[in-house]
C-alpha cells in the first residue's frame, strides 16, 4: 500500500492542446470553407478549441473531422443547442439558435467544439448520423427541445418528452412553472389518445411483422418490468426467444433537469444535480461545480480538492456495488446484492457523518465543500478501507467465478473498441474492450494527477468483462481513498473568492465591504461572470460533462448535462440483435445505467 | 369400520396435515434464506414470524378472484388446480413409515412419474390460456424443460427398480435395509436430484418464471387464490422430490442398527425429508440462473449420456452379481 508523502501543491491542471494547430489542419485540408475562431466576446472560459462554421459548409467539415484528419475526432461527445434569443452577452456570430458539437479524438487527447448559427425563420441543419451513429439519439433530442430539424435524419421523432407534447420545451418562451401554465387536465379523449400514441408500430421503425414462415413476435419488456432498471422500455421483435431486432424507448424518466437550471441560482442546482445519476451522489456536483468555479475563476483549496476526490471514490464504491449485486442478480444469483447492501450501509454510515445526508448529499459548493470533515473522520474511513476488500475477495469466489455466470456473461453482449467509440461508449464499459481511456489519467482534474493508482481494463468487451472492470475499479478506488486518508492536506475546505457560496461569514460584523456581498450573494446567490465552459469528469458510469453558459446573472443561461448512461442505451439494439432474452437481461445489467441519468 | 371409510380419514388428515407444512415450507425458506443473506426475514406474526404464511394465507382468500378478461376463462381456473392435485396424488403412494401409506400400489413409482408428466399441463396451459406473451414464453420454457427432464428422471430411477426388483416405493424401502441404495446408486440419485429441481421449477432451474426475464412467467396474469395454488404446488413439489429421495436412495424411515431405536421411523424419515428440504433452499440462495438453452443443452448432452451409463452399469454388475 502506498503511504509515500503526496504534495498536492505540485498538482498541475491538465489543458487541451493548443487550439490553433487543429484549426491550421482543418484549414490546409479545406481553404474554402469559412471557419472562425470563437472570439473574445465567445467568452469560452474553458481551452477546447471552438469555431463556428456556416451551415453549407458543415457535412463537408465533419467528413473532414471525422474521416480524413490524420487523427479523427472519432467520439462524438455531445450534441446540443442552445436558444439566444435572450442573450445579452453574444458576440457577432450568434443568431437566434446555437447547435454545438463537441467532439473527442482520443488518438490526440483534444476536444473541439464546432458552432452553427441558425435563425429563427430556418431552424434546420444537415443531421451528422453518417458520421457518428450516436448522434442520432442528439439530434432527436435537440429536435424534441428545441426544434430544430435534422434533414437526412433517419427518424426525427421525439425522444424524451411524449409524442402527444406540443411544443419544445427548452425554447426561452416556454413555460417552465406549472403557474405559467393552464390547469392541468386529463378528460377521457386525451388519455385514450396518450395510451394510442404509446402502442408500438413496428412498420414506423422499418420493422417487419412477418418473415417468410414466422410471424414475429413484438414483445414490450417494460417501463414497468423488474430488470430495466428503472422505467424503460425496449420493445422486442422476437422470433420465438430469439432477438431478431429492439428499438429503446426512453423518456420515462424524464424532469426537465436542464430546464430547471435556466430557473435555479446557480448555488440552489446543486441538489439537482445529485439526482442525475442518483446512484453517483457527490460524484454529479464535482462536474458542475468545477464548472462554475471556471467560470468564476475561483481556486479551490487543497483540501477541498482531496476531500472531494475521497468522497467521490466513495460514490463510485457504492454504485459499482449495486451494479455488482444487481448484475449477479440479473444472471438469477439473488444473494450477493444482499451482502453488498450491509457493504453499502457502512459506506453510507461514513457520508452520513461527513455530509449528514446519504444518498444525495449535494455537499459540494461552488469553490469547496459544505463543510469540513467531522473529528475521527479517519478512523472511520481506515476501517472501511481496511474492510472492503477482503469482502470484494470473497465476493469473488462467489460471483466472478462462479460457472454458470460466467457460461452466462462469457463472449455475450461483446463489442470492440472501434465499436464502442462509434456509438459514445465512455467509462467502464469502454474500457473493458481494452481502451485504457480513463479522465482520471488522461485529463487529470481536481489534483488526481498527484494519486497513485491504475485503470482497469478488459480484453472482449462483453458483459463479463464489464463487470470485471468495475470490480477492479472499486480495487482501486479504495486505493485512492487510502491515499486521501494518508495524505489529507491542512487548511480551509473553502476558496476565500467573493463567489464562494455560502460566502465567508466570519467578517459580517466589522466590516460593511464583508456584510453587504455577503447579502446580496445569500439572498440573490453568486453573480457568474458571462462565459462558456464545459468539464467533464470521469463519473460512475462513465463520462460526465456539465456545458454551461452564463450570461452574468445570478442564474445560469442554458446547463446542458452529456451524461454517459444516454449513448449507451443507444447502444443496446447493437448488441441485441441475435441474442436471447435471457441474454439481453444480461447485456441490460452489464451496461450499469440509471434512468435518471439517462433522461435528466 | 369399513375400509374406504379408514381411507378417507386418512386422505383427509394427509390433506390438513400437508397444506399448513406447505404453509410453513414458505417461512421455513424465507427465514432461511433472510439468514443466509444476513437479513432477518418475516419475523413479526406470532413468535418467529411463525404464523407469517398464515397472515398471507389470509390475505389471499381475502383477494378478489379475478380473471382478465382476455383469459381463456375454463382453463385459466382450471391450469393451478391441475397442478396442486398432481402433486397431491403422488403423496398417495409415498411410504411415510411401515404403517403410515395410503395407498399400497404395486407400480408406486410408475404412478409418481405420470402424476410429475401430468403436472406439466399445469404450467402449458396456465401459459397458453393467460393469453400474455410472457406467460406464453413462460409456458414454452416449463414444457421444453419438463418434457426434457423427464427423460432421464425416469431412467435415473431405473437403477433403483432394477436393485429392488419390484416399483412398489414400500418393497423400494425395505431392500435397503443391508445398505441404502445411494451408496451403489449415487450417480442415479445425482440425476434424479438434478431432474427433480427441474420439475419443480425452482433456482437455478426456475427458467419458466425467472422473474428477471419474463416478469413471473407463467403465472404472471394470476393472483389470489389461484396464485396461492401455484405457491401451494411449488412448495409441495419440493416437499415431494424430497421425500422420493429418501424413499428411494435413502432408506425411507430405515435407519442402521443403534440409531434405529432412538426415534420413530416416522421421525427418522421426516428427519431425513427436511435435509434434502433445506438443501432445495440453500441451493436458491447459492446459484444463478443458466440460460434456457444452456439448461436444454446440460440436460441432453450431460444428464443423459449418465442416466443411461448408470442404468448399463448397474445391470451388468446385477448381472454378475456383483450388487
Known amino acids: 500500500m502506498n503511504n509515500s508523502a503526496l504534495n498536492f501543491s505540485n498538482s498541475k491542471d491538465w489543458h487541451q492542446p493548443h487550439a490553433a494547430a487543429i484549426f491550421n489542419e482543418l484549414r490546409a485540408h479545406l481553404p474554402d470553407v469559412r471557419l472562425t475562431e470563437a472570439s473574445l466576446l465567445d467568452n469560452i472560459r474553458d481551452d477546447t478549441a471552438t469555431c463556428w462554421v456556416d451551415r453549407q459548409d458543415l457535412v463537408t467539415l465533419m467528413q473532414v473531422i471525422r474521416h480524413e484528419l490524420s487523427m479523427p475526432f472519432t467520439l462524438c461527445f455531445d450534441i446540443t443547442a442552445i436558444d439566444e434569443t435572450e442573450r445579452e452577452y453574444r458576440s457577432e456570430q450568434v443568431s437566434d439558435?446555437?447547435?454545438?458539437?463537441?467532439?473527442?479524438?482520443?488518438?490526440?487527447?483534444?476536444?473541439?467544439?464546432?458552432?452553427?448559427?441558425?435563425?429563427?425563420?430556418?431552424?434546420?441543419?444537415?443531421?451528422?448520423?453518417?458520421?457518428?451513429?450516436?448522434?442520432?439519439?442528439?439530434?432527436?433530442?435537440?429536435?424534441?427541445?428545441?426544434?430544430?430539424?435534422?434533414?437526412?435524419?433517419?427518424?426525427?421523432?421525439?425522444?424524451?418528452?411524449?409524442?402527444?407534447?406540443?411544443?419544445?420545451?427548452?425554447?426561452?418562451?416556454?413555460?417552465?412553472?406549472?403557474?405559467?401554465?393552464?390547469?392541468?387536465?386529463?378528460?377521457?379523449?386525451?388519455?385514450?389518445?396518450?395510451?394510442?400514441a404509446l402502442k408500438f408500430q413496428p412498420?414506423?421503425?422499418?420493422?417487419?411483422?412477418q418473415h417468410e414462415n414466422t410471424d414475429f413476435m413484438f414483445l414490450n419488456l417494460g417501463p414497468n418490468h423488474p430488470s430495466v432498471h428503472g422505467a424503460f422500455r425496449i420493445v422486442l421483435q422476437m422470433d420465438g426467444e430469439e432477438i431478431v431486432d429492439c428499438v429503446p424507448d426512453i423518456g420515462y424518466h424524464h424532469r426537465g433537469a436542464e430546464k430547471m437550471g435556466e430557473r435555479q441560482s446557480w448555488h440552489s442546482y446543486i441538489p439537482y444535480t445529485d439526482r442525475i445519476d442518483y446512484l453517483g451522489g457527490v460524484m454529479n456536483n464535482f462536474p458542475y461545480v468545477m464548472a462554475v468555479e471556471q467560470l468564476a475563476g475561483i481556486q479551490v483549496p487543497d483540501r477541498a480538492k482531496v476531500i472531494r476526490i475521497m468522497t467521490a471514490e466513495m460514490f463510485r464504491i457504492l454504485s459499482h456495488l449495486l451494479f455488482y449485486g444487481t448484475f449477479a442478480q440479473d444472471v438469477g444469483a439473488l444473494s450477493p446484492i444482499f451482502y453488498m447492501f450491509i457493504d453499502r450501509e457502512k459506506l453510507f454510515g461514513i457520508i452520513e457523518a461527513f455530509t449528514g445526508a446519504r444518498m444525495h448529499p449535494s455537499w459540494f459548493r461552488i469553490g469547496g465543500i459544505a463543510s469540513d470533515l467531522p473529528k475521527g473522520w479517519n478512523t472511520l474511513v481506515r476501517e472501511y478501507v481496511n474492510y472492503l476488500p477482503a469482502r470484494l475477495d470473497q465476493y469473488e469466489k462467489m460471483v466472478m467465478q462462479n460457472s454458470i455466470l460466467k457460461a452466462r456473461t462469457q463472449g455475450i453482449g461483446a463489442y470492440s473498441t472501434q465499436e464502442a467509440i462509434d456509438w459514445g461508449i465512455t467509462g467502464p464499459g469502454l474500457r473493458a474492450t481494452g481502451f485504457a481511456w480513463d479522465l482520471r489519467k488522461q485529463r487529470p482534474y481536481s489534483g488526481y494527477d498527484q494519486f497513485d493508482f491504475d485503470v482497469p481494463t478488459g480484453a472482449n468487451g462483453d458483459c463479463y468483462d464489464r463487470c470485471r472492470v468495475r470490480v477492479e475499479e472499486m480495487r482501486q478506488s479504495i486505493r485512492i481513498i487510502e491515499q486521501c486518508l494518508n495524505n489529507m492536506p491542512e487548511g480551509p475546505y473553502k476558496a476565500e473568492h467573493p463567489q464562494t457560496t455560502p460566502p465567508d461569514k466570519s467578517k459580517t460584523m466589522t466590516d460593511i465591504d464583508s456584510l453587504i456581498p455577503h447579502f446580496i450573494n445569500v439572498s440573490w446567490g453568486p453573480r457568474i461572470p458571462a462565459g462558456e465552459v464545459s468539464v467533464a469528469v470521469e463519473a460512475t458510469k462513465g463520462i460526465m460533462a456539465y456545458h454551461l453558459v452564463s450570461d452574468g446573472s445570478t442564474i445560469s443561461y442554458r446547463t446542458r448535462i452529456r451524461t454517459p448512461s444516454f449513448p449507451h442505451l443507444q447502444m443496446i439494439p447493437v448488441m441485441a440483435r441475435g441474442q436471447m432474452v435471457a441474454d439481453l437481461i444480461a447485456t441490460l445489467g452489464s451496461i450499469d445505467y440509471v434512468m435518471a441519468d439517462v433522461d435528466r | 369400520?369399513?375400509?374406504?371409510?379408514?381411507?378417507?380419514?386418512?386422505?383427509?388428515?394427509?390433506?390438513?396435515?400437508?397444506?399448513?407444512?406447505?404453509?410453513?415450507?414458505?417461512?421455513?425458506?424465507?427465514?432461511?434464506?433472510?439468514?443466509?443473506?444476513?437479513?432477518?426475514?418475516?419475523?413479526?406474526?406470532?413468535?418467529?414470524?411463525?404464523?407469517?404464511?398464515?397472515?398471507?394465507?389470509?390475505k389471499i382468500l381475502g383477494k378478489e378472484d379475478w380473471v382478465p378478461p382476455f383469459a381463456d376463462k375454463l382453463v385459466f381456473v382450471l391450469a393451478p388446480v391441475i397442478g396442486a392435485v398432481c402433486v397431491l396424488m403422488s403423496f398417495a403412494v409415498l411410504p411415510f413409515s411401515p404403517d403410515i401409506l395410503i395407498a399400497d400400489l404395486n407400480i408406486g413409482l410408475l404412478f409418481f412419474l405420470a402424476m410429475a408428466s401430468l403436472a406439466v399441463y399445469s404450467v402449458v396451459l396456465a401459459g397458453w390460456a393467460s393469453n400474455s406473451k410472457y406467460a406464453l414464453l413462460g409456458g414454452m420454457r416449463a414444457a421444453a424443460q419438463?418434457?426434457?427432464?423427464?427423460?432421464?428422471?425416469?431412467?435415473?430411477?431405473?437403477?433403483?427398480?432394477?436393485?429392488?426388483?419390484?416399483?412398489?416405493?414400500?418393497?423400494?424401502?425395505?431392500?435397503?435395509?443391508?445398505?441404502?441404495?445411494?451408496?451403489?446408486?449415487?450417480?442415479?440419485?445425482?440425476?434424479?436430484?438434478?431432474?427433480?429441481?427441474?420439475?419443480?421449477?425452482?433456482?437455478?432451474?426456475?427458467?419458466?418464471?425467472?422473474?428477471?426475464?419474463?416478469?413471473?412467467?407463467?403465472?404472471?396474469?394470476?393472483?389470489?387464490?389461484?396464485?396461492?395454488?401455484?405457491?401451494?404446488?411449488?412448495?409441495?413439489?419440493?416437499?415431494?422430490?424430497s421425500c422420493m429421495s429418501v424413499v428411494l436412495f435413502f432408506g425411507g424411515w430405515l435407519m442402521p442398527e443403534p440409531l434405529d431405536n432412538w426415534l420413530p421411523p416416522f421421525m427418522w424419515f421426516v428427519l431425513k425429508v427436511s435435509f434434502f428440504v433445506v438443501f432445495f433452499i440453500l441451493l436458491r440462495t447459492a446459484l444463478p440462473r443458466p440460460r434456457f438453452d444452456q439448461l436444454l443443452g446440460f440436460g441432453w448432452k450431460v444428464m443423459l449420456p449418465l442416466a443411461l451409463l448408470n442404468l448399463l452399469v448397474t445391470a451388468l454388475l446385477s448381472l454378475l452379481e456383483v450388487l
Open chain 2, 1 to 58: 369400520m369399513p375400509d374406504n371409510v379408514i381411507k378417507l380419514i386418512q386422505i383427509t388428515i394427509m390433506l390438513a396435515l400437508l397444506i399448513p407444512i406447505a404453509a410453513m415450507l414458505v417461512w421455513v425458506e424465507r427465514r432461511l434464506i433472510g439468514i443466509w443473506q444476513d437479513r432477518l426475514g418475516p419475523n413479526r406474526v406470532g413468535p418467529f414470524g411463525v404464523l407469517q404464511s398464515f397472515a398471507d394465507l389470509l
Open chain 2, 146 to 241: 419438463t418434457v426434457s427432464y423427464e427423460v432421464f428422471m425416469g431412467l435415473s430411477l431405473m437403477g433403483v427398480v432394477l436393485l429392488a426388483g419390484s416399483f412398489n416405493l414400500t418393497e423400494i424401502v425395505l431392500a435397503q435395509q443391508h445398505g441404502w441404495f445411494i451408496q451403489s446408486q449415487f450417480v442415479g440419485f445425482v440425476v434424479f436430484f438434478i431432474a427433480g429441481i427441474a420439475e419443480s421449477h425452482r433456482l437455478p432451474f426456475d427458467l419458466p418464471e425467472a422473474e428477471t426475464e419474463l416478469t413471473a412467467g407463467f403465472h404472471t396474469e394470476y393472483s389470489g387464490l389461484k396464485f396461492a395454488l401455484f405457491f401451494l404446488g411449488e412448495y409441495l413439489g419440493v416437499t415431494l422430490i
Open chain 1, 203 to 209: 412498420e414506423a421503425w422499418g420493422m417487419k411483422r
Open chain 1, 97 to 196: 439558435f446555437t447547435v454545438s458539437y463537441h467532439l473527442v479524438s482520443p488518438d490526440r487527447n483534444q476536444d473541439l467544439r464546432i458552432k452553427v448559427a441558425l435563425t429563427k425563420d430556418d431552424k434546420t441543419i444537415p443531421s451528422v448520423c453518417l458520421y457518428w451513429p450516436n448522434a442520432n439519439w442528439y439530434e432527436r433530442e435537440v429536435w424534441d427541445m428545441f426544434g430544430i430539424v435534422f434533414q437526412g435524419h433517419p427518424h426525427l421523432t421525439r425522444i424524451l418528452m411524449p409524442h402527444t407534447w406540443q411544443g419544445h420545451p427548452l425554447l426561452k418562451v416556454h413555460p417552465a412553472r406549472a403557474t405559467e401554465m393552464d390547469p392541468f387536465t386529463l378528460p377521457a379523449y386525451k388519455q385514450d389518445e396518450e395510451q394510442e
